[in-house]
């Protein structure tokens, strides 16, 4: 009995060393995100003086609207192109199909930092040089692979029948996959199109290689301002971003109990 | 509603002829069972008819036209699927609705053709749950409901009931007859349960290998089996092999079955005779000459199983263990061991060629 109780005791141990170690920094981040000195000295001192000069930073605004502008595009694209090339893969037998699969996993595997070079090479080779353009075509070759894999490890538990019966019912091809295949890989292509997000909107390697001066996203713009001096600006944005994102994972796992129920 | 004619309809995956030059005629109305084991073709055939695939060659007519390279969107032609296939995503209502929905009809309508058809199937109050929150039962309903209420032509049935559990599977059986009655309409189903395609259909066509073995009533197929796979997969039957002798068989050892029915042989051909188990009646001693039972063999009981309303006697006869069912009336216990006569009429003995 006794050791029962040490192990469910240490169990729960476990579990807040985790959660701490997990968010203790960005508490800590978003603490002094408020805290009036710039040099993280104690005692805390409550102002909002950083998210207001925050708001006179233009250069940060700027690249935090390139990133949101880019992680938003790149999702909106994967999310299209995923679904339809998972249910294309899904739906139809077609020569080299294998090989186009297999080939969509490497890109996950490879380094960022070489993918990065091999974009710019290419781009510069084809003249689409650096800025946010190519910063966004290099998102989406990114995160692309992310929506497929995920979309269609949704579909593989799709159940063939339903498009059957929906056919049988006098639906088109259209009505039977708008009213019965889409809604079925809908967490699919929702987790695969954060997923798209996230590869997009923390990029950091490949955006580095692709970006200009002016035309940068808001990692590569946080790196550089770190490189010049820190400031508690680089705080107010971070926490501002992190907020977003928890609400926007805590809407996901909602959608995502919707869709999981049979 | 209307008819369905399958005229030597043929069709291979590969090498595998599933369909092998297949003809049945489904008459109006009718409830129509097509029965065999797995891989003998009975789906591939329902899918035919459904639409879902195409035949290799013969023709398949609904209602006199003819639909086999129109797709199953186009058919009106209503199906239920073995696991339901009901859309996870919707209610139970919106299921019932899509055939409706699909095709553009007004929502009050709608509505009220969904109401009608929900209280068909006696699920008038559950429109508003998801298919997750039914049991079995009702899964099945609905997807009936689903399937009749765009009026199909054709009610096209996959092992309905295979996944339900046996008590359940009776009353839904039962169920199933009152509404097919009550629309009237055309209705083919796929089952590998001999009892189902019994007690539901009006006919009964015997699948194996892709080739049609017999078709018809129940009855008749039950009592006038033309071959030994017919015999032995509807039912249970002893057969004993032998000579033909023109009107029954010489068995090896020179006793002769009499036949009342079944192929007209040439004497000497190799031929079967075939005998239900429960047409056999069994003695404890041989008696009077019996006219009626003209039939007679003697064996011993090597086992019984006893069940309730009747027993199962497994009697040895020359090396071939046959099989007698006999009803319980509380008298006859026959001990395992002991000698005993067989005798049964040729009115129940089929004579048919050697398989």
């Known amino acids: 009995m006794a050791t029962t109780r040490v192990l469910e005791w240490l169990g729960r141990l476990y579990i807040w060393l985790l959660l701490a170690f997990l968010y203790v920094p960005i508490i800590i981040m978003a603490l002094m995100s408020f805290n009036v000195s710039p040099f993280y000295q104690l005692p805390f001192e409550w102002t909002t003086e950083w998210y207001a000069s925050l708001w006179q930073n233009d250069q940060l605004i700027s690249a935090t609207w390139n990133s949101l502008e880019i992680a938003v595009i790149t999702t909106i694209i994967c999310v299209v192109l995923g679904s339809a090339a998972s249910l294309a893969l899904y739906r139809y037998e077609f020569r080299g199909k294998k090989f186009l699969q297999a080939l969509l996993f490497p890109p996950i595997a490879i380094p960022w930092l070489i993918t990065g070079t091999a974009m710019l090479i290419f781009f510069f080779g084809v003249g689409i040089g650096r800025g946010l353009f190519a910063i966004l075509l290099g998102h989406v070759a990114l995160a692309l692979p992310y929506v497929i894999v995920v979309a269609s490890a949704r579909l593989q538990t799709f159940a063939p029948e339903l498009e059957e019966a929906a056919r049988s019912l006098g639906a088109n091809q259209w009505q039977v996959t708008n009213r019965v295949t889409l809604p079925w890989i809908m967490p699919g292509v929702i987790a695969g199109g954060l997923f798209a997000f996230a590869v997009s909107f923390d990029q950091f390697v490949v955006s580095y290689f692709l970006s200009t001066p002016g035309q940068t996203t808001l990692p590569v713009e946080i790196y550089a301002a770190i490189r010049k001096g820190f400031t508690p600006e680089i705080n107010a944005v971070s926490t501002i971003i992190i907020v977003v994102s928890m609400a926007l994972m805590l809407l996901t796992a909602r959608f995502f109990k919707f869709g999981g129920e049979k | 509603?209307?008819?369905?004619?399958?005229?030597?309809?043929?069709?291979?995956?590969?090498?595998?002829?599933?369909?092998?030059?297949?003809?049945?005629?489904?008459?109006?109305?009718?409830?129509?069972?097509?029965?065999?084991?797995?891989?003998?073709?009975?789906?591939?055939?329902?899918?035919?008819?459904?639409?879902?695939?195409?035949?290799?060659?013969?023709?398949?007519?609904?209602?006199?036209?003819?639909?086999?390279?129109?797709?199953?969107?186009?058919?009106?032609?209503?199906?239920?699927?073995?696991?339901?296939?009901?859309?996870?995503?919707?209610?139970?209502?919106?299921?019932?609705?899509?055939?409706?929905?699909?095709?553009?009809?007004?929502?009050?309508?709608?509505?009220?053709?969904?109401?009608?058809?929900?209280?068909?199937?006696?699920?008038?109050?559950?429109?508003?749950?998801?298919?997750?929150?039914?049991?079995?039962?009702?899964?099945?309903?609905?997807?009936?409901?689903?399937?009749?209420?765009?009026?199909?032509?054709?009610?096209?049935?996959?092992?309905?009931?295979?996944?339900?559990?046996?008590?359940?599977?009776?009353?839904?059986?039962?169920?199933?007859?009152?509404?097919?009655?009550?629309?009237?309409?055309?209705?083919?189903?796929?089952?590998?349960?001999?009892?189902?395609?019994?007690?539901?259909?009006?006919?009964?066509?015997?699948?194996?290998?892709?080739?049609?073995?017999?078709?018809?009533?129940?009855?008749?197929?039950?009592?006038?089996?033309?071959?030994?796979?017919?015999?032995?997969?509807?039912?249970?039957?002893?057969?004993?092999?032998?000579?033909?002798?023109?009107?029954?068989?010489?068995?090896?050892?020179?006793?002769?079955?009499?036949?009342?029915?079944?192929?007209?042989?040439?004497?000497?051909?190799?031929?079967?005779?075939?005998?239900?188990?429960?047409?056999?009646?069994?003695?404890?001693?041989?008696?009077?000459?019996?006219?009626?039972?003209?039939?007679?063999?003697?064996?011993?009981?090597?086992?019984?199983?006893?069940?309730?309303?009747?027993?199962?006697?497994?009697?040895?006869?020359?090396?071939?263990?046959?099989?007698?069912?006999?009803?319980?009336?509380?008298?006859?216990?026959?001990a395992e061991g002991q000698e005993v006569v067989l005798r049964w009429s040729p009115e129940s003995t089929v004579l048919m060629a050697a398989s």
């Open chain 2, 1 to 334: 509603m209307a008819g369905v004619q399958v005229s030597n309809v043929s069709r291979s995956f590969g090498a595998h002829k599933a369909l092998d030059d297949v003809s049945i005629d489904f008459a109006d109305g009718g409830f129509y069972a097509l029965l065999g084991p797995s891989g003998s073709g009975k789906t591939t055939l329902l899918r035919q008819i459904a639409g879902f695939d195409f035949p290799d060659s013969g023709r398949i007519a609904i209602g006199g036209e003819s639909v086999e390279r129109v797709p199953v969107e186009k058919r009106r032609i209503g199906m239920v699927f073995q696991n339901y296939a009901l859309f996870p995503n919707m209610s139970v209502a919106d299921n019932v609705a899509f055939g409706l929905s699909v095709r553009g009809e007004p929502k009050a309508v709608i509505a009220a053709e969904v109401q009608g058809a929900l209280d068909l199937v006696q699920l008038g109050k559950l429109g508003g749950r998801r298919p997750h929150q039914l049991s079995g039962g009702q899964r099945q309903r609905v997807a009936l409901a689903r399937a009749i209420i765009t009026k199909p032509r054709v009610l096209l049935l996959d092992e309905p009931l295979g996944a339900l559990d046996k008590a359940l599977r009776v009353g839904m059986q039962i169920e199933l007859k009152r509404i097919q009655r009550e629309i009237g309409i055309t209705t083919i189903f796929v089952t590998h349960d001999q009892e189902e395609a019994l007690t539901m259909s009006d006919r009964v066509g015997i699948l194996r290998d892709g080739k049609l073995v017999q078709e018809g009533p129940p009855e008749e197929i039950y009592n006038r089996p033309k071959s030994e796979f017919a015999a032995t997969f509807l039912g249970d039957a002893n057969i004993f092999r032998g000579e033909s002798t023109g009107n029954g068989i010489r068995l090896p050892d020179g006793t002769a079955i009499f036949a009342g029915s079944g192929a007209n042989l040439a004497p000497g051909a190799k031929a079967i005779c075939a005998v239900r188990p429960e047409r056999i009646r069994i003695f404890t001693d041989a008696a009077a000459p019996d006219t009626a039972n003209a039939n007679v063999l003697r064996g011993e009981v090597s086992k019984r199983i006893f069940a309730g309303n009747s027993s199962t006697y497994f009697v040895e006869r020359g090396g071939q263990m046959l099989k007698v069912i006999v009803q319980n009336t509380g008298v006859d216990k026959l």
